[in-house]
């Protein structure tokens, strides 16, 4: 079939497809197929097209690279294993299962492997419990660390059964936290390596060095994982025999494997070929590990600046920071007048983490920032753009952390309507997840159902034991007994108002939307079950002059066919300015009569803004002063988000114990609701 | 109507005989011997299981004084702590409650998770932790001054995140605060290899086991694993069972529900042992 025939045809078969405008471009990638080729191609993409008309798309995108590896057959087996996953899980994770040709093939071929994906959660979960500092897993073409994310490859097949390769991840992954725990990088490597010529082969010797003494590194703090690497790697190669035991000592450092290296590559010796084996990246570990340095040391001495004013015109003022290394326990302590000093978090861990690069505390890391010593790299940010004709229907201050002061009047907030969707999701998630609504609703109607018995009463449906002792006893010695003997049940007046703000910026864009949407249909069904009043806005918005916020459901709109179009809406738009919608909803929520208010906040990162003004410290800062504001209104704020990296920031932001952070985006709307529950119970 | 009418029982209160074991952390025992000498009432905060009750006990023995302790639930009401009458046989009969006994006895009174009563306790509270040092019961028309060596202890554990409990600063702010967290790993070690009779090899490692867990904070688990857990955990392990399995037990089921999160936290036990 020539380009202009096969265009027709694929039009009308993809005609629903959002990639529609891309079928010319299609077109001519199916044209030099062999027309039998194109043929199944057009029949199979047809076929997928009438389930949902992007994954057509895709087979026919992939078709001509997939018919290099598959028969006839085998094509249509791909096409119904990326339906089945459709059915089954949804569009993500059918896509995903199509362009993962090579898991395709391996498990045709019988072969057991394991996915990246599968085990990341687990394994993340696993790297943080091990952690000193945080550590983000990713994957990547083979496994390696730039000291602050640890890669690894995207599917393992090297063990004979599914468990096999997922302890070698795990092992993998434990061996890649060993480079960034014990000292891997604590040397400038590159400088070293440069001294070979032969610079690939020095690499592998050093990975390989470096794998021996951190495996017995890990080995004697937990013995458990060592055994882990033991049975992962086997015995270790026999040329590698004469630098065990120094390598192994509880002394040796990377300092030791040099010495090795330089041992090995005299002689000109060939690496063994290893069993597990992560690589070295000398140079970008280096500088990762020397702007996290430069980061932290700048953090430590803000802190020690702050303490240092605090401390004001006391006699300690004048006194300097020194550090005290506690030897048993390897940690650092920093004192002022002799005294150890009570660091911030986020200092502590910036004190950890140098301690860890370094092994001891820099001298210029002890002297406070002095005023204006140090300019956070944030640049100023940009001035007023895309100002709306229509009036801001409200302005709000905001906090600047460098001035230490208000911005007033910075904010523009527009309250917009969101655009009604056709309500299509919301009919959907309540069918597939009828049968976890019933029961949510049932959990709920529990809670609601503690009813209270009120004693002493007038009249009640039972006598009150302790009121009639006290009245035979008061009638007995004379007094005038009373006559308030009765026993009444009340149901439970919770008094709470609870105001939900939705994420509603662009990187929400595809499965945290829906996720977020499937979540709030699923609370909106709760919460109708149990009584409390509340409410749901959106917030996005682009720079300071235009902070959208979208009222899903007001306090007062009753949970019906409006709000769930406004739900369906819900859509992702532009950049998550925090602060302000903060201290939107919290005018909105403190208007309440209810006794006790909460803000449940729904977000998958950090505050951020179009420019870099709000990205980084400044937004944290100002959502951090927004919050703090909020709670001098008597509002309880809380934060889930999926941000798995939000650890470090969500503590000083949220403050301990208030926030959730979910490692699934998927669990969203099964947690929510919960979490909700144990917030108010 | 005077109180001396019907007839009141009070409970006797003993004296802790033995010295409960208990490992300093800072200067909390100096603290609170000073805010004992000072009439002052004290607050204890801290996740659970880190020692505050324990803590309390050692107190109360070092001090030579009875300890009264009411761990407080949602029902919890001031009648429950101040005391009610009964009808025995014939006679009407006055049951001082726990507070009273302890104001009378001049003891201890230990009111443990106090964010767990309902509000109304506060009234009775708030007298006794203030420089009136008073109770009153008002079903007795008797205002009880408190003996110099009657002592009020609440505690509460500020990582619960429920809106509905959270300390009024009104009440929070008669109390001298002392803050408890888990033990430096040193200490916490010799801690459990004492209480948990293992040793001090296996309770480093199940200290290790802890931080771990820790680590986890926030990220799934609402807390990590607390001192308490640990001596769990050693108990069984010198009651013979086998390490991982005694942690798998103790630790890791004792912290989760979750079938993800319960995966993560064997994988932990497994890493250390």
Redesign the interface.
């Known amino acids: 079939m020539f380009e202009h025939e096969l265009e027709e045809k694929l039009d009308a078969l993809l005609f629903a497809s959002p990639s529609h405008r891309s079928i010319e471009r299609l077109a001519g990638l199916l044209a030099p197929l062999p027309r039998r080729h194109q043929e199944l191609v057009l029949h199979w993409a047809g076929v997928a097209a009438q389930t949902y008309a992007e994954i057509g798309y895709l087979i026919a995108t992939l078709a001509p690279q997939v018919l290099t590896r598959l028969d006839e057959q085998d094509f249509a087996a791909w096409v119904i294993a990326g339906l089945d996953a459709y059915d089954k899980e949804g569009l993500r994770p059918a896509m995903e299962t199509l362009r993962d040709l090579e898991g395709f093939i391996a498990v045709k071929e019988g072969r057991a492997f394991v996915r990246f994906a599968e085990i990341e959660p687990r394994l993340t979960r696993f790297v943080q419990g091990l952690a000193g500092r945080p550590l983000a897993l990713k994957a990547g073409a083979y496994p390696w660390t730039d000291t602050e994310t640890i890669y690894l490859p995207e599917r393992l097949a090297l063990g004979r059964s599914a468990e096999e390769n997922r302890r070698l991840y795990q092992a993998l992954a434990v061996l890649l936290w060993a480079q960034t725990h014990y000292g891997t990088f604590a040397i400038d490597l590159e400088a070293e390596l440069a001294r070979w010529p032969e610079r690939e082969q020095a690499l592998t010797w050093l990975a390989q060095l470096e794998t021996v003494r951190l495996s017995a590194c890990v080995e004697r703090a937990l013995p458990g994982l060592g055994r882990l690497l033991a049975e992962a790697r086997g015995a270790w190669p026999a040329e590698l025999a004469a630098a065990l035991p120094e390598l192994q000592a509880p002394d040796a450092t990377v300092a030791t494997s040099l010495r090795w290296l330089d041992h090995f590559m005299s002689a000109g010796a060939v690496p063994p070929a290893p069993s597990l084996h992560p690589r070295l990246d000398p140079a970008t570990a280096w500088r990762v590990r020397n702007e996290r340095i430069a980061r932290e040391i700048a953090t430590l001495r803000q802190a020690l600046a702050a303490l240092k004013s605090a401390a004001g015109g006391r006699a300690a003022a004048e006194e300097s920071f020194t550090a005290r290394r506690d030897d048993e326990t390897g940690t650092v302590e920093i004192l002022l007048a002799g005294e150890a000093v009570k660091l911030p978090d986020a200092a502590q861990a910036a004190l950890h983490s140098l301690v860890l690069d370094l092994g001891a505390l820099p001298p210029e890391a002890l002297t406070p920032a002095g005023e204006g010593a140090w300019t956070p790299s944030e640049a100023r940010g940009p001035g007023p753009q895309g100002v709306s004709e229509r009036k801001a229907d409200a302005y709000y201050d905001e906090w600047d952390y460098q001035r230490n002061a208000y911005r007033r009047g910075w904010c523009h907030v527009y309250e917009m309507p969101v655009k009604p969707g056709d309500g299509a999701f919301v009919r959907e998630t309540r069918r597939r997840y009828a049968a976890f609504i019933a029961q949510l609703k049932r959990r709920f109607e529990a809670v609601r159902g503690e009813d209270r018995i009120l004693g002493r009463q007038p009249e009640g449906e039972e006598i009150d034991l302790d009121a009639l002792v006290e009245a035979v006893n008061d009638r007995k010695s004379g007094a005038e007994p009373s006559p308030r003997l009765f026993c009444r049940r009340m149901r439970n007046d919770r008094s709470l108002a609870a105001m939900f703000m939705v994420d509603m910026s662009g990187s929400t864009k595809g499965w945290v939307n829906d996720a977020e949407r499937e979540a709030l249909v699923m609370l909106c069904e709760a919460l109708e079950a149990l009584g409390d009043a509340y409410a749901i806005y959106g917030f996005s918005g682009w720079t300071r002059t235009r902070c959208d916020i979208y009222r899903i459901k007001g306090f007062d709109d009753r949970y019906d066919d409006a709000v769930r179009a406004a739900i369906d809406g819900i859509e992702a738009k532009d950049y998550t300015r925090m602060g302000v919608a903060i201290r939107h909803l919290t005018q909105l929520l403190a208007a309440q009569a209810a006794r006790h208010k909460l803000l449940v906040m729904l977000s998958d990162g950090r505050p951020d803004d179009f420019g870099d003004e709000y990205r980084g410290t400044y937004g944290i800062e100002d959502t951090r002063r927004a919050l703090l504001e909020a709670r001098r209104q008597g509002i309880r704020s809380y934060c889930v988000t999926i941000d798995r990296h939000g650890q470090d920031y969500l503590k000083h932001m949220m403050g301990p114990a208030a926030f959730t952070v979910l490692d699934d985006v998927k669990k969203l709307p099964l947690k929510l609701a919960d979490i909700y529950r144990r917030l108010t119970v | ?1 005077t109180p001396t ?2 007839k009141t029982i009070t409970p006797a209160l003993e004296r802790l005989a033995r010295a409960p074991y208990y490992q300093p952390v800072a200067d909390e025992v100096a603290l609170f011997e000073a805010a004992a000498q000072k009439r002052l009432p004290v607050l204890l905060k801290g996740p659970t299981g880190c020692g505050k009750t324990r803590f309390v006990e050692y107190m109360a023995w070092k001090l030579g004084r009875p300890l009264v302790t009411v761990a407080c639930h949602d029902d919890l009401t001031t ?1 429950d702590l101040v005391g ?4 025995v046989g014939e006679e ?1 009969v006055w049951l001082d409650g726990p507070l009273t006994a302890a104001v009378r006895n001049g003891a201890i009174c230990y009111l443990d998770e106090i964010v767990e009563a309902r509000k109304d306790t506060t009234v009775v509270i708030h007298p006794l932790a203030d420089t009136r040092r008073a109770l009153l019961v008002d ?1 007795r028309g008797e205002l009880i001054q408190a003996p110099d060596e009657f002592m009020l202890v609440i505690s509460y554990n ?7 409990k ?1 300390i009024k600063p009104s009440t929070r702010q008669r109390f001298v605060a002392l803050e408890f967290d888990y033990p ?3 200490l916490e070690a010799r801690i459990v290899a004492n209480e948990g009779g293992v040793d001090l090899e296996m309770a480093k ?1 199940l200290v ?1 086991l802890g931080e ?2 820790r ?2 904070k ?3 688990l ?1 807390e990590g694993a607390s001192t308490r857990l640990l001596v769990h955990a050693a108990q069984l392990i010198g009651a013979g069972m086998a390490p ?1 399995a005694a942690c798998i037990a103790a630790v890791a089921r004792a912290l989760s529900d979750d079938p ?2 319960n ?2 936290l064997d ?7």
């Not at chain 2, 009610?84 to 009808?87: E, K, M, T, V």
């Open positions: 109507m009418a019907i009648a009610r009458y009964l009808i009407t079903k500020p990582g619960y995140q429920s809106v509905l959270e430096e790993p040193e490692k290790k771990l867990t680590n986890l926030g990220a799934g609402d991982s993800d999160m995966e993560t994988d932990l036990v497994r890493a250390v042992f």
